[in-house]
């Protein structure tokens, strides 16, 4: 992928040092990805298809296609606050106060009753704590991927 980033930055014509700002990670991170010496992670390569839609990611990852998306291929339009439903708004109703449910236990005169029958005596259900949603990310059949986060 290093001679992917090194034709990309000859195409737009920016020198490693512009591509780093324009990604805003440090210099030496761009370097060492050129040399070889260090593989990109998924944060990096997320970043890059971020700043720059018109990449193709199958050329990018896989070195398949274009450097560059085709024209009638638009890229993914940036996700516009006012256009797409908030997961995390109040309007949505989640009922997160219900818990799971559970079977109903059955009911027996007395403890006693039930130990004499020989049944074990049951306790109630323990209800767990509601947890906090820290993202989601939709996955899509084109490849590309979106992620929610709930407001702080």
Known sequence: MNRRLQQFL???QLKPAQFADIMGIQRSN??????????PGFDFIQKFLLKFP???????LLG????????????????????????FSP????????????????EAESTRDMIEDGDEPMSAPVRPQPKDVR??????????????????
């Open 64 to 87: 398949r296609g274009k450097p560059l998306r085709e024209q009638n291929t638009p890229a993914p339009a940036p996700r516009q606050q006012d256009s797409s439903p908030d997961l």
């Open 10 to 12: 000859e195409l737009e």
């Open 54 to 60: 018109s990449v193709n990611p199958d050329w990018l």
């Open 30 to 39: 761009v370097s060492h990805i050129l040399s070889g010496r260090n593989k």
């Open 135 to 152: 993202r989601i990310t939709l996955f899509y059949s084109d490849g590309t991927f979106q992620e929610f986060y709930p407001p702080k």
């Open 91 to 106: 309007s949505i109703e989640l009922d997160l106060d219900s818990g799971p449910s559970y079977a109903p236990v059955p």
